[in-house]
């Protein structure tokens, strides 16, 4: 007889077989099912997937990422750099930025701007992707239907330049009266308000699209939802796009300038904007370009990849409250907590990527002035690092305040990962320099724009990315009528002087008068400057032409190409 | 039989209101505004989106054209998409978060149940040690360190390799799945493997797998008609709400594997406070969970004639 | 058929006498043990339970005794040992105060040529000069960690130089105590890189200033410190994380908040889900009907999208940690599980035969609820308490994986570990130690629930 130790061992051996049995069948029927998971997937979706790699030299054809889904491509509505980036390779304006950010003739060959009227001649082999010929008609259809209250395009303000524009969205005057016709198929008639000396950079914009009228109207109001729902007239159109998955774009034949383009397509494969996913695909050679976070940069460099830097002309600051009963209303508290702070530290040491600069002034150190760098010509004011002297003005903002202590200051920040650390430091910085409480009150971006809005805070981490190549669209946001002004900052000296810069056609007097703008925002310290902001990023080493631009499209892959070994 | 469905799907459809209402009167208290953008805008033209969303008609006459629309199936347009149907959000995207959902409930159950089965058959032994400690990983890490540590896994595997085994992420084919799927039924897995283990060891023990072993039926015949079969029910009892809680909860895996899916909408919509999108997916969400229930609920019923007498 | 026993002897007058009184026929031989020693008796036996209720007691104790041992601000930033692993060196050599610099050679580094130091370089600032290239259109000066070599990886790309004249450029980006490699690459006159390029060698040093060092109080014992002294840094046992908080305060204070949602939260749930399940079941009938159905819609509300919704809708406030808000959703959200269960058991023990006997002995409504259906329920009720930690601690920070945890600067485990994740990379200790702690928290209670429900007898359904 067995003893029962072995008869439990060759029990457990013929129930393990057993078990191994089942476990092949189960695996079996799981491969099997699926495939033909596979094959109905195959069916149904487009085939836009992420299989392909990085670059797919046969194809002549690179894939990318987007950071995320564009909420659409309606050229009207579009605010986002997502939208922006992809109408920049499908679209084409008037005028495009070139790869310095100069102005370049686009649909329009050749354009006059005289005072107060604009013509712009529209190239004779403009063409829709479906072949129809572009017209003027469709720049004056797609401007004034942006301006349509009805339309609600928040971008709508861009137009006000333009005669009756501002009048026509708010619904003061009828659309036609806005000063914008064709004269005929090839000649756009454009009146200002007064005369600008920016409007060759701001018919760069993307709201400047065309859009053609028929097209518009059969869309039957899902224009820019999906890629069959919308006409292209750029170096790209798009050929599939699935919503959070994946946007294919090709190269357009119809385009007038098609033999500058020379990829065939761009695949934007994945959409996320999870830095460690991005990076993984990076590795894993399924995207062309990945920005990188500071962390990353150690990997990056042992990898030895090909690493770039690029500042993409945002300004972060705190802003201040300037509104009534407000302690930050107080000059000497707003400076305390200016010198408190060493702008360089942040920078250097916390975000610690390079690409990022101290914001030492609201006009980036990339604006043009009259004949170098604006900040070349009218260098930011020094701002020390001095906590002795801070500590003396907050002193003198307690006695004007009659305060023998400051009420803790509510700090509005968004949940970004940037505005979190920086609000904590920030927090951290005014407790240890000045002994004042910071408290955050971080909220999504969202509600902070709404709290914003209504006034609901004492500082807010904010921030600002220009429209337009021109330093005005820095220099107008402490105006007492922009709206985005949203710490109510009210200085007749700097409206006066942001007046000039509108109306003057001459560069050194607008030059000038943005320098004031600088000066009495500094001796103001109507905010406090954190960074510009910057990027680094590594590109595939195949692939080379790769441009990032602060107008237009951020990645601006019209001139880009593989290199192939031979 | 007919009654009791009847009854519960009456119940359903007034759990549904239920869950409108909660979302409707959550939404609506909400501080912020949908409609705020980066570039402040006019109240002319606030005004005007206000109108066309429908926000400027008092809360209760929003309440019932919403409640109106809804019984007609719309849900209305999406604020940060704005030309998007919340309709066309949840019919394109749900399929994802489902297909995702099924297979990591095929992974949890086949994988609990084959380990489960090779732990009590193996006890205390290496196998049970190994696949125990698989198990306490399992049900200790969090969902999102797993997901990430996969995904690097994966790819330092490929890069090793010089093959790519599996996609790193994305979605489209049946190879983007699969480790997505595994990561979300990771928990699920562990749990259900403990507990066929436990139920394993009981049948084990049990007097009629003795007089069965006594009557000199062949080992896998005993393993299989005896102790498999049983030791399932409790597993199998136990995957409705499984299912359910793994196809909500998939957002985790969706936003580390950037998978298209409703989850990864719904986080993104809270965040932009797009108010019809939040709606439309908890509403539908919410009537899915009912139904699945019932429909759980019935087919017990129909397995097991003891339940339906409850 | 007759009585076999009665057939066999005819019984007697003194069958039926009683017996006489026997005291030792009813003495217990062992000592009689009430339900909660006999089931504590057989928890003590269970190692893997004990193990983890002294875990348990041992992160109690680092929540709340951690801080008095171990006095560091959680929030006290470290610029100078950011993300800091734990047991780096923390030397560091007293220098004078910053000064802004020119671009001149101080004394000690004149001469030379091509790429080389201006200054001695130090954390503080490594300060390069160079001379023209001729033919260059500028410069693009690299910096890299790994020395050059053929594959002209540079690195980390620093600067700019558009003009061709000699220059200068003093980094200070994120200095560590390292060997760095820095490379100035000549670019042609269109702006683009060419093959000619110089590397420059520089080690740096950590330095610190007097000041600083007084500020930070590092060296109390030696007031009279000069420049080239050396002192350390504060000490960091788990290291630093992205802001140079001492990680170990962090993880104290983000175990107060990670336990005190695991463990608050489940307690008041499952408080106000007994006390309500029990009135349905005890009072049973219409009101039972009418209390169940709306538990039925409650737990019909798909938990972790009303999680997130709730936690919009609540909002957090400036300055608040957002600790009570996701306290007020879980308490709301998720009572009617316990409820349920309560219910059931109630419902139940009505039907026993001891509660009948008991009611037919006299017994009210009082006594039948606090000396059967109470100990009756406790097990059941205390296993799920068990049970319900882990799911509160990972939804906490399953909701800081998505941005909607507690607000900064609070710490818990879960808003660390998600930003611990977006460094792991780098700094794997910023997301290890706080992932550790959440996964050991939540084995330790699985493992005391499993260790209760055994010992404790108590059978239930635990998967919801």
């Known amino acids: ?566 | 039989m007919w009654q009791y469905t009847l009854k519960r799907l009456i119940q359903g459809v007034i759990t549904v209101w239920f869950i409108a209402t909660a979302t409707f009167l959550a939404m609506h208290n909400v501080p912020g505004d949908p409609l705020s953008g980066e570039r402040a805008m006019s109240e002319a033209i606030r005004a005007n989106l206000e109108a066309r969303y429908g926000l400027d008609k008092p809360l209760t006459e929003q309440y019932f054209i919403y409640l109106g629309n809804f019984l007609k199936g719309d849900f209305g347009i999406s604020f940060a998409q704005e030309n998007r149907q919340v309709n066309d959000i949840i019919r394109e995207h749900f399929p994802v978060s489902a297909t995702l959902g099924i297979l990591a409930v095929i992974f949890a159950a086949l994988g609990g149940v084959l380990w489960g089965a090779l732990t009590a058959l193996y006890r205390n032994r290496l196998p049970d040690t190994i696949i125990m400690f698989l198990v306490i990983l399992g049900i200790s890490v969090p969902s999102f360190v797993f997901a990430a540590l996969g995904q690097l896994t994966l790819v330092n595997l490929n890069a090793f390799f010089g093959v790519s085994f599996l996609p790193v992420a994305g979605w489209g084919t049946v190879s983007h799945m699969i480790l997505p799927a595994l990561v979300l039924g990771m928990g699920t897995m562990a749990y259900l493997t403990r507990l066929m283990r436990s139920s394993m060891l009981e049948i084990i023990n049990s007097d009629y797998v003795r007089t069965a072993k006594a009557k000199g039926l062949p080992p896998a015949r005993i393993f299989t008609r005896h102790q498999l079969r049983n030791a399932i029910l409790p597993v199998i009892t136990v995957l409705g709400p499984a299912i359910a809680a793994i196809t909500t909860g998939g957002f985790v895996v969706e936003l580390v594997f950037a998978i298209p899916g409703l989850g990864r909408y719904f986080v993104q919509a809270v965040q932009q406070l797009d108010y019809t999108v939040i709606m439309g997916t908890t509403v539908f969400y919410g009537a899915f969970l009912v139904f699945m229930v019932i429909v759980v609920d019935l087919l017990y019923g129909w397995i097991d004639p003891r339940v339906r007498l409850q | 058929m007759t009585n076999p026993v009665v057939n066999q002897e005819l019984l007697t007058a003194e069958d039926f006498a009683p017996l006489a009184h026997r005291p030792d026929i009813h003495g217990i031989s062992r000592p009689s043990r009430s339900y909660w020693q006999d089931a504590w008796i057989r928890l003590k036996k269970n190692r893997r339970a004990m193990v983890s209720l002294w875990l348990i007691v041992g992160l109690l104790a680092f929540a709340l005794i951690g801080p008095l041992l171990w006095q560091v601000d959680p929030a006290r930033q470290d610029i100078d040992q950011i993300s800091q692993a734990p047991g780096a060196d923390r030397s560091a050599t007293i220098v004078p105060p910053y000064e802004f610099w020119g671009g001149q050679a101080l004394s000690g580094f004149e001469g030379g040529s091509g790429l080389r130091l201006g200054a001695a370089a130090n954390s503080q600032a490594v300060r390069l000069i160079w001379d023209a290239v001729p033919g260059a259109g500028g410069y693009r000066l690299y910096r890299n960690i790994f020395p050059i070599d053929d594959e002209m990886a540079f690195g980390l790309p620093i600067a700019e130089f558009p003009n061709a004249a000699a220059g200068f450029y003093e980094d200070r980006l994120d200095l560590r105590p390292d060997t760095y490699f820095y490379s100035l690459v000549t670019l042609d006159a269109d702006g683009r890189l060419t093959d000619d390029y110089q590397v420059l060698e520089v080690p740096v040093n950590r330095v610190i200033t007097l000041d600083e060092v007084r500020e930070r109080n590092l060296a109390p014992e030696a007031p009279e410190l000069a420049v080239g002294d050396e002192v350390f840094l504060a000490l960091h046992p788990l290291g630093t994380d992205y802001l140079g908080r001492d990680m170990l305060a962090r993880l104290m204070s983000g175990a107060r908040v990670s336990l005190f949602i695991g463990i608050v939260a489940p307690f008041l749930y499952v408080l106000l889900g007994v006390a309500y399940g029990a009135t349905a079941g005890f009072l049973g009938g219409k009101v039972d009907q009418v209390m169940m159905r709306f538990a039925d819609f409650v737990v019909a509300l798909p938990f972790l999208l009303f999680m997130i919704l709730f936690q919009v809708v609540f909002g957090i406030g400036p300055g608040e940690s957002g600790i009570l808000p996701m306290l007020v959703a879980l308490v709301v959200l998720a009572w009617p599980a316990t409820a349920r269960l309560v219910r059931g058991q109630i419902l139940q023990i009505r039907q026993e035969a001891y509660v009948s006997a008991s009611r037919l002995l006299g017994a009210r409504s009082g006594y039948l609820v606090w000396r059967h259906m109470i100990p009756n329920t406790m097990g059941v009720i205390l296993v799920t308490l068990t049970f319900a930690v882990p799911s509160a601690i990972f939804t906490e920070a399953f909701l800081s994986f998505i941005g909607m945890g507690v607000a900064p600067p609070t710490a818990s485990w879960g808003s660390m570990s998600n930003e611990g994740l977006a460094r792991m990379l780098t700094h794997p200790h910023e997301l290890i130690f706080p992932s550790l702690f959440i996964s050991i928290t939540v084995l330790a209670f699985n493992l005391l629930g499993d260790g209760l429900r055994d010992a404790l007898d108590a059978r239930m359904r635990s998967f919801e």
């Not at chain 1, 500590?391 to 509510?410: D, F, M, N, T, Y």
């Not at chain 1, 669209?473 to 810069?501: C, E, I, K, M, Q």
Request: glycine share 6%.
């Open chain 1, 1 to 566: 007889m067995k003893s029962p130790i072995t008869s439990d061992d060759s029990f457990t051996r013929s129930a393990g077989r057993q078990l191994a049995r089942y476990a092949f069948i189960a695996v079996a029927v799981l491969v099997a099912l699926m495939y033909s998971l596979n094959f109905v997937a195959g069916l149904t979706s487009t085939g836009a997937g992420g299989a392909a790699g990085a670059v797919d030299v046969e194809n002549n054809e690179i894939s990318i990422y987007l950071r995320e889904e564009p909420p659409q491509m309606n050229s009207m509505l579009a605010t986002d750099a997502v939208s922006g980036m992809v109408l920049g390779h499908v679209m084409e304006g008037l005028l495009r930025y070139d790869e310095n950010d100069q102005i370049v003739p686009g649909m329009a060959e050749r354009w006059e701007i005289n005072g107060t009227r604009a013509t712009f001649h529209i190239r004779e082999n403009a063409r829709w992707s479906n072949g129809d010929p572009l017209t003027a008609h469709d720049f004056e259809f797609a401007w004034k239907t942006a301006l349509d209250p009805a339309t609600g395009s928040q971008y709508a303000f861009i137009f006000y330049p333009i005669l009756n524009a501002e009048a026509a969205n708010t619904g003061q005057m009828p659309l036609d009266s806005v000063g914008v016709r064709a004269l005929d198929d090839h000649t756009l008639e454009v009146d200002l308000a007064q005369p600008i000396a920016y409007f060759d950079k701001l018919v760069a914009f993307v709201t400047f699209q065309p859009v053609q009228e028929a097209f518009f109207n059969a869309t039957n109001g899902r224009y820019g939802a999906d890629a069959d729902e919308m006409l292209y007239n750029g170096p790209f159109m798009m050929t599939s796009w699935v919503h959070g998955a994946s946007l294919r774009m090709v190269k357009n034949p119809y385009y007038w300038d098609a033999e500058r383009i020379r990829l065939d397509g761009i695949n934007a494969a994945y959409i996320t904007s999870d830095s460690n996913t991005l990076l993984n695909l990076y590795k894993d050679e399924r995207i062309a370009v990945v920005d990188l976070t500071a962390e990353m940069l150690e990997g990056a460099m042992q990898q030895k990849w090909q690493l770039d830097r690029f500042m993409d002309g945002s300004v972060f600051f705190v802003d201040f409250n300037h509104r009534e009963g407000r302690v930050t209303g107080n000059l000497n508290l707003r400076k305390a907590m200016f010198l408190a702070q060493d702008g360089n530290e942040l920078v250097d040491r916390v975000i610690k990527l390079p690409g990022y600069l101290p914001a030492k002034s609201l006009f980036p150190v990339w604006l043009q002035g009259v004949e170098k760098t604006f900040r070349e010509e009218y260098p930011a004011p020094e701002s020390p690092y001095n906590v002795a002297l801070a500590r003396e003005h907050l002193e003198r903002a307690k006695q004007e305040l009659g305060l023998s202590e400051i009420p803790p200051l509510v700090m509005l920040a968004d949940t970004s990962p940037v505005a979190t650390i920086s609000s904590q430091y920030y927090q951290e910085v005014f407790k240890r320099n000045l002994g004042l409480d910071i408290i955050i009150d971080a909220q999504t971006f969202q509600q902070r724009l709404a709290k914003m809005d209504s006034g609901d805070f004492d500082i807010v981490l904010s921030g600002w990315g220009p429209d337009y190549n021109d330093p005005l669209t820095f220099a107008d946001l402490y105006a007492s009528w922009n709206l985005n002004n949203r710490g109510r900052y009210n200085n007749p000296v700097l409206d006066s002087h942001v007046r000039v810069a509108q109306t003057s056609t001459d560069t050194k007097t607008r030059m000038d008068a943005f320098g004031e703008i600088q000066r009495i925002l500094h001796e103001d310290v109507a905010y406090i400057g954190n960074y510009e902001r910057g990027r680094v990023y590594a590109t595939h080493p195949q692939v080379k032409g790769v441009i990032r631009r602060v107008f237009g499209a951020e990645y601006d892959y019209t001139g880009a190409y593989i290199e192939t070994a031979d």
